[in-house]
C-alpha cells in the first residue's frame, strides 16, 4: 500500500496539470495529455522513466480490442487497494460491459482529477456517474522504495 508522503507527492504532481488540453496520446504537462498520459506524467515525476511504453491506440480502442489493457496495466506497475485516499488512481469502466478505459486521481473523498475527453485536465466532482463506473483503485508504489 502506498504511504501518506507517496500520496501526497502523487496528489502535488497531478495538480500541477491542472487545465493542461486534453491530446489523445499525448503526455505533457502543460501542452496536452490523455487521461492515461496524466498518469504517465505523474510516474515520470515520481520515478523518472515510465514503466513500459504504452502501444499505440485510438479513441476506441477498448470497444475495438474488447481487452482489459489499461486495467492489466495497472495491475502489473500500481497496488490495488480496496480504499482509496487522496493520490490514489481510479480506473472506470464507460460501458457496462465495456473495458476500462478512463483512469483519474482521487483529489479528495468528492473530487477527482482527470483529463476529459476535448477539453483538459479538471477537476471533477466525483458524482455518481463516476462512481457507478468505477472499477479499481490503486495506490502509487512507496517512493521510500524507489529512494
Known amino acids: 500500500m502506498s504511504d501518506l508522503y507517496t500520496r501526497q507527492a502523487a496528489l502535488a504532481c497531478a495538480r500541477t496539470w491542472l487545465d493542461t488540453p486534453y491530446r489523445h496520446q499525448a503526455s505533457v504537462r502543460g501542452v496536452g495529455t490523455d487521461c492515461l498520459g496524466l498518469i504517465r506524467g505523474v510516474w515520470r515525476s515520481l520515478y523518472g ?9 485510438t479513441p476506441d480502442w477498448a470497444e475495438v480490442s474488447g481487452e482489459e489493457t489499461l486495467l492489466n496495466a495497472a495491475y502489473r506497475w500500481l497496488t490495488p487497494i480496496n480504499e482509496p485516499a487522496a493520490g490514489d488512481v481510479l480506473v472506470f469502466r464507460m460501458g457496462l460491459n465495456a473495458p476500462c478505459k478512463h483512469i483519474g486521481i482521487l483529489n479528495s473523498d468528492d473530487r477527482i482529477l ?10 471533477s466532482y466525483f458524482a455518481p456517474f463516476w462512481q457507478r463506473r468505477h472499477v479499481a483503485s490503486f495506490a502509487f508504489p512507496s517512493l521510500h522504495s524507489h529512494l
Open 114 to 123: 482527470h483529463a476529459y475527453w476535448g477539453k483538459s485536465v479538471v477537476e
Open 49 to 57: 522513466s515510465e514503466p513500459e511504453t504504452p502501444p499505440s491506440y
